[in-house]
């Protein structure tokens, strides 16, 4: 039986991470970390379990699932859902939220702390209108060029990084101060809730049939050694990325001294660049980080149209890439805060069912993948997640709840551990599970045929 050598799963592993390694995995560290102050490490270690420990379970899921793709594995819980959950999912990941982020990330790393204050709106349409027509042009016609830029793009940002976080360790800004008031008391459960910003949890079901093909592709056929290379390459990107994101939350935690709190991530990097290695510093990390999100950003669009090329085929894949680099480069327009303002509500509703969804399938066997298990358990995260993302968008709106949704959110509140935390869907969601998994056994049903 054929192994896979150490370098080759190093060669997946640094390819994952290269996939996973966006706008969101630089920001939202470093925003924690300001806010966090000495309150860090509760909040980091929250951080790491949504924004490394998911996404390795996602990886590890779909290897485990042996489905083709995420609606193949998301069709148990019903084919309807199933389409539902993973167009809401590649749209979330896709024009909607994180590929706009790409775009406003690199304008505020790269470009907005050259430009008046005054000037700023405008300086971000002619950048993003630049930067999306370079993502379109190549959207249009993908190219080995654009993989083999991320191949040695990542790994040269890494080490650009690896520089500036030396430098941060070793002669800190100054010292972390008191934590703001989110993280005064339950740092921890803010740490955790913040990782879903980096929507790395939602990618790896889309990331993870792409690791499973390289893997075949050197030749491992079995489907245990395939999942036991899925863990290992998928563990070598986690702990570059969980490295990465306890150094520049430490970056963020030890800049407010000097330079107080900013509302997004961006300027806290391209100003401890400036800090530590002046200007030639922050043009050089601005440069690599636009590169990155530009590959990213290529990388998503490409997803997007293929994926809803299956859906609509007399759409063609082109149209599709105009329509969704259009979208995108729109929504880029209302700004980074807005954009991660007005995510919040969709992956507060979008990240329990995937939570869940990953959870029922490291213990579908135990129930033999009934669907009663698959439907009543994500049945019950999806009205209780709905009901969170509704909040999340009235908060962000400045607005009182809807009337309609106060007794409902009362009931929650006085029945449902750990909901005034975001968490209220846990503890229903196992014990959905519990019960109907239990009916499934008793009930002795012939395994349902899961391909």
């Not at 996404?55 to 590890?60: A, E, T």
């Not at 800004?173 to 993280?183: F, K, L, S």
């Not at 056994?441 to 899961?450: D, G, M």
């Amino acid at each position: 039986m054929k192994k896979l050598s150490f370098s080759s799963y190093a060669t997946i592993g640094i390819m994952l991470f290269a996939l996973f390694f966006g706008a969101g995995n630089l920001i939202f560290p470093a925003q924690l970390g300001q806010n966090a102050g000495t309150n860090l490490w509760p909040s980091i270690i929250g951080f790491l379990i949504t924004g490394v420990g998911l996404p390795l379970l996602g990886i590890i899921a779909m290897s485990f699932s042996g489905s083709r793709n995420l609606q193949e594995l998301s069709s148990r819980v019903h084919p309807v859902y199933a389409v539902f959950f993973t167009s809401l999912l590649y749209l979330t990941i896709g024009p909607f939220f994180a590929s706009p982020r790409t775009g406003t990330v690199a304008f505020e790393v790269g470009i907005a702390p050259y430009i008046n204050e005054s000037s700023q709106q405008m300086g971000l349409f002619i950048f993003t209108l630049l930067f999306f027509g370079v993502v379109l042009l190549f959207s249009l016609r993908p190219a080995k060029l654009v993989d083999n830029v991320g191949k040695f793009l990542a790994p040269g940002l890494v080490v650009l990084l690896a520089i500036l976080l030396v430098a941060v360790f070793t002669n800190p800004m100054g010292a972390m101060e008191a934590p703001q008031e989110a993280y005064t008391s339950g740092a921890f459960i803010t740490g955790f809730l913040q990782g879903y910003n980096t929507m790395d949890a939602l990618a790896s079901l889309v990331f993870g049939i792409i690791v499973i093909n390289a893997i075949r592709s050197m030749g491992i056929t079995s489907n245990s050694e395939i999942l036991k290379a899925t863990v290992k390459a998928g563990s070598i990107a986690i702990l570059l990325l969980g490295a990465i994101y306890v150094g520049i939350a430490y970056l963020g935690a030890t800049s407010t001294q000097v330079y107080g709190i900013f509302e997004t991530g961006g300027p806290i990097l391209s100003n401890a660049a400036s800090h530590y290695f002046g200007t030639f510093g922050s043009v050089l990390l601005a440069i690599a980080i636009t590169l990155a999100c530009l590959t990213t950003a290529i990388g998503l669009t490409v997803a997007n149209a293929e994926y809803f090329h299956t859906l609509f085929p007399k759409i063609s894949y082109k149209t599709l890439v105009v329509f969704f680099a259009t979208v995108t480069f729109v929504i880029a327009n209302f700004g980074l805060a807005n954009i991660i303002t007005y995510s919040v509500p969709v992956l507060m509703f979008l990240y329990p069912l995937a939570i869940v969804l990953i959870l029922l399938t490291f213990l579908s066997p135990l129930f033999n993948h009934a669907t009663i298990v698959y439907s009543s358990t994500i049945a019950v995260t999806f009205l209780i997640s709905i009901f969170d993302g509704l909040k999340s968008l009235c908060d962000s709106l400045g607005i009182e709840y809807f009337s309609w949704m106060q007794p409902i959110v009362g009931f929650y509140e006085q029945t449902l551990p750990l909901y005034s935390q975001g968490l209220g869907w846990l503890l229903p969601a196992i014990v959905v599970i519990t019960g109907t998994g239990i009916i499934s056994r008793l009930q002795k049903k012939a395994p349902v045929h899961v391909s």
